[in-house]
Every structure is written in C-alpha cells, then in structure tokens.
C-alpha cells in the first residue's frame, strides 16, 4: 500500500488531502477539535516538504447545497492555530473562489476548500455524477493523500474517486488506523475484550457477528443493553427497546455460550423517570427495572464488574459509551470503562465516534489510551469484515 513517500518529491507539487474535520460546532465554536488535531501531522509532513497542500473534508450534512451553519471557515481558522501559520480558505470546492486561492499557493502553503458536500457530485449515488464531481477536484492538484479515517467506508467523490484519477497515497493517520485494527482482528494478544456501548443492537449487529469469533469476553451496556434484557424476559419500563431485535440477542447469547465467548450484562441499572432528569436518578436491579423508568446507565456494581472483566486484556476494543454520559448521574459506567482502559497492558483501542468523544469531555488525558480512533463507523466496518471503499482504491494494483 502506497505511503506519502511513494509520491516521491513533493517541493512545488499541488497535493489534495482528504481530511476528516467533520467536528461538532455550536455555532461557528468548536466544541471538540480532536478530529483537527488528529489531521494536522499530515498536513504539516506534506508542508514540510514543500508541496502545496489542499485540504478537503465535510461537516455535517448539508444535502448537498451551501449551508453556513456546514462551513468549515472555523475549522480552516483552528487548523491554522495548531499548524501555527496563516491557512487560506476557499468559500466554494471546486468553483472560482477554489481555483483562485489554490493558484496562489506558495510551496509549504496550506489553504481549505469549504464543505465538499455543498456539491451533491460528493455523496451520488450516481456513478457519472460522482466522476463528474471528482474529475474537478482532481484538476486542482497533482497528487492525492486519503487521510480521513472516518469517511474511508463511503464510496464517495473526495474519498474513492478522487484517487483513480490522481496518483494517490496513504496519509498517516489511515495508516496508524488501519494498522491498529488489523491487530484487533489479526492473532490477537489475549485475553480480548471487547466492549460494546451505544443506543442501538442494530448498529453492532455486523461485528458482534465477526467478534464472536474472535473475542474472549463481550461486555455490553448502553441502551444496546435493553434489548439483551428483554431477550432474557426482563421487564425493561421505557428504556430503548428494538423488538424486532429480541431474536437475534438470544441467538448471540446462545452462541457465545457454545464458543465459550463469555458475555457480560449489567447486573444493575441507573434509572430515572425520564431523560436527563438527575434528581429522580437511583440503582435498580437489571432484572428489576420498574415499567415507569428509563434505564440511562449501568449501576455501579456492573460497572466495577466491567473494570474487573478488563483487569487482565490484554487487547480491548470499546465502542459505544455505556451511559448518557453527557449528563453527570449518567457518566459513571463510561467513566470506569475508560478508566479501565487507561490500566490495560497491552493494546486499548476506543473505537471513535461518541466513546472518543466521551474519553475527552470526561477529561481523560488521550495519551493514557493505546489508539483513540477517529472514525467510528468506519471501525466498526472494518471489524465486521467489510471492504472498506477509501481503503481499496490505495490497494488496487
């Protein structure tokens, strides 16, 4: 697989970057810059060596039409402050305003082209529109770097066809990425324990299908857990159900028992009368959750049970917070897992989207984790076993 250094001397060279900047905004703030944070050793390695070096990336979803509330003008500002120098931004993608500021790159230069997915070229379906798209973006440079992990399981213009027409590498954060997943999926160090989260079974089903197979043990919380306790007959009140998913928890139980994967539920619950209400918040028992009460995170018994399970891994991989971490009577069951993650000895791996974001806004030091991923679907595709599209268009020969 190409690295930046297949690209040979970049000095003068226009380089395309896809970056993940897809940040959370409120407002034109920056609530949590990791994902910048996490791109800018790349832009700055190509600016360094004296290419000109355009940045693409999305945030949110806009539909495929400006949206100011979408652009990134406050994401080109913050990558300026942590690469310490000017970075231009361009107020269209592939238009004038593009063009122009590309042109005006100087070598080492850095500049930002706003929100790829203000033109629809980037998320079609279509093949010809996503071509079209893609072959205006590839006219602006002279190389091509993937390094969003985050969009690298989209078949999409900036991300899949950008690099057939342009010679492409690999920048090193997808590097570090996928490198840390083959080790989750590739001989193991064990025991391995995977910890799953997050509201719904549905959007594991794919890799506790493929971690089965893999894993030692399986702890589950979140509001996936409910539709595990529903499966075993439990009453679970106004909790996060998935009916439609009661079959499918029980086959997973059933499995595990005959691979000896040993999965472990909640064995307690924190409870209130409704969302986010912390003053009617108490502990119930996972088998006593009253029909009146939403079940908003795990007890504290099952979370030092969670911290015990972990005690000895030696590879961990967490997706999915065990809580509404968000609010403070909530946050315990997130709290001890991330705290558990912080002993391990051996590989710790929090798969991304809202468990990384839980690791920052807890106020957990990032550097106490083996690898905090930036892309949290695009784990969790890679560990169901799925081509990821961004990945094997670097790989075609």
């Given at each position: 697989?190409?690295?930046?250094a297949?690209?040979?001397?970049?000095?003068?060279?226009?380089?395309?970057?896809?970056?993940?900047?897809?940040?959370?905004?409120?407002?034109t703030?920056i609530?949590?810059?990791?994902?910048?944070?996490?791109?800018?050793?790349?832009?700055?390695?190509?600016?360094?060596a004296?290419?000109?070096?355009?940045?693409?990336?999305?945030?949110?979803?806009?539909?495929?039409?400006?949206?100011?509330?979408?652009?990134?003008a406050?994401?080109a500002?913050?990558?300026?402050?942590?690469?310490?120098?000017?970075?231009?931004?361009?107020?269209?993608?592939?238009?004038?305003?593009?063009a122009?500021?590309?042109a005006?790159l100087?070598?080492?230069d850095?500049?930002?082209?706003e929100?790829?997915?203000?033109?629809e070229?980037e998320?079609?379906?279509?093949d010809?529109?996503?071509?079209?798209?893609?072959?205006q973006?590839?006219?602006?440079?002279?190389a091509?770097?993937?390094d969003?992990?985050?969009?690298?399981?989209r078949?999409?213009a900036?991300v899949?066809?950008?690099?057939?027409?342009l010679?492409?590498a690999?920048?090193?954060?997808?590097?570090?990425?996928?490198?840390?997943?083959r080790?989750l999926?590739?001989?193991p160090a064990?025991?391995?324990?995977?910890?799953?989260?997050?509201?719904?079974?549905?959007?594991?089903l794919?890799?506790?299908?493929?971690?089965?197979?893999?894993?030692?043990?399986l702890?589950?919380?979140?509001?996936?857990?409910?539709?595990?306790?529903?499966?075993?007959?439990?009453?679970?009140?106004k909790?996060?159900?998935e009916?439609?998913?009661?079959?499918?928890?029980?086959r997973?139980?059933?499995?595990?028992?005959?691979?000896?994967?040993?999965?472990?539920?909640?064995?307690?619950?924190?409870?209130?009368d409704?969302?986010?209400?912390?003053?009617?918040?108490?502990?119930?028992?996972?088998?006593?959750i009253?029909?009146?009460?939403?079940?908003?995170d795990?007890?504290?018994?099952?979370?030092?049970?969670?911290?015990?399970?972990?005690g000895?891994?030696?590879?961990?991989f967490?997706?999915g917070p065990?809580?509404?971490?968000?609010?403070?009577?909530?946050a315990?069951?997130?709290?001890?897992?991330?705290e558990?993650?912080?002993?391990?000895?051996?590989l710790?791996v929090v798969?991304?989207?809202?468990?990384?974001?839980?690791?920052r806004?807890l106020?957990?030091?990032?550097?106490?984790f083996g690898?905090?991923?930036?892309?949290?679907?695009?784990s969790?595709?890679?560990?169901?076993?799925?081509e990821?599209?961004?990945?094997?268009v670097?790989?075609?020969?």
């Amino acid at each position: 697989m190409s690295d930046i250094a297949s690209l040979g001397d970049l000095a003068g060279k226009r380089v395309l970057v896809r970056s993940d900047l897809n940040v959370p905004l409120d407002g034109t703030t920056i609530t949590d810059d990791g994902r910048i944070r996490a791109s800018v050793p790349t832009i700055k390695q190509l600016s360094d060596a004296g290419a000109r070096v355009i940045v693409t990336a999305h945030l949110g979803r806009p539909d495929g039409a400006p949206d100011p509330a979408f652009s990134l003008a406050p994401v080109a500002a913050r990558l300026g402050e942590l690469l310490g120098r000017p970075v231009a931004f361009a107020t269209d993608t592939v238009g004038e305003s593009a063009a122009s500021t590309v042109a005006a790159l100087a070598d080492g230069d850095v500049a930002v082209l706003e929100n790829v997915r203000f033109n629809e070229g980037e998320t079609s379906k279509d093949d010809d529109v996503r071509a079209s798209f893609a072959g205006q973006l590839a006219q602006l440079a002279d190389a091509f770097v993937s390094d969003g992990f985050g969009v690298v399981h989209r078949k999409q213009a900036s991300v899949y066809d950008v690099a057939l027409r342009l010679p492409s590498a690999m920048g090193g954060l997808v590097a570090t990425e996928i490198d840390v997943l083959r080790r989750l999926t590739v001989d193991p160090a064990r025991p391995y324990v995977v910890v799953l989260g997050g509201s719904k079974v549905s959007d594991k089903l794919g890799v506790i299908d493929n971690l089965l197979e893999k894993a030692d043990k399986l702890l589950i919380g979140g509001g996936m857990v409910f539709t595990f306790l529903k499966a075993q007959g439990h009453e679970v009140g106004k909790s996060l159900l998935e009916e439609d998913q009661l079959d499918t928890c029980l086959r997973y139980l059933t499995e595990a028992a005959e691979r000896g994967v040993e999965i472990v539920l909640p064995t307690d619950i924190v409870v209130a009368d409704s969302f986010g209400d912390e003053a009617s918040a108490r502990v119930v028992a996972a088998d006593a959750i009253p029909a009146d009460s939403l079940g908003l995170d795990i007890g504290p018994d099952s979370a030092a049970a969670f911290a015990a399970a972990l005690g000895d891994a030696r590879t961990v991989f967490w997706n999915g917070p065990m809580g509404v971490f968000e609010v403070a009577a909530f946050a315990g069951g997130t709290r001890a897992v991330a705290e558990a993650l912080t002993r391990i000895d051996g590989l710790s791996v929090v798969g991304g989207g809202d468990s990384a974001a839980a690791v920052r806004q807890l106020g957990f030091d990032e550097a106490a984790f083996g690898h905090i991923s930036t892309g949290g679907g695009a784990s969790l595709e890679y560990l169901e076993g799925k081509e990821l599209p961004g990945i094997a268009v670097l790989e075609r020969e």
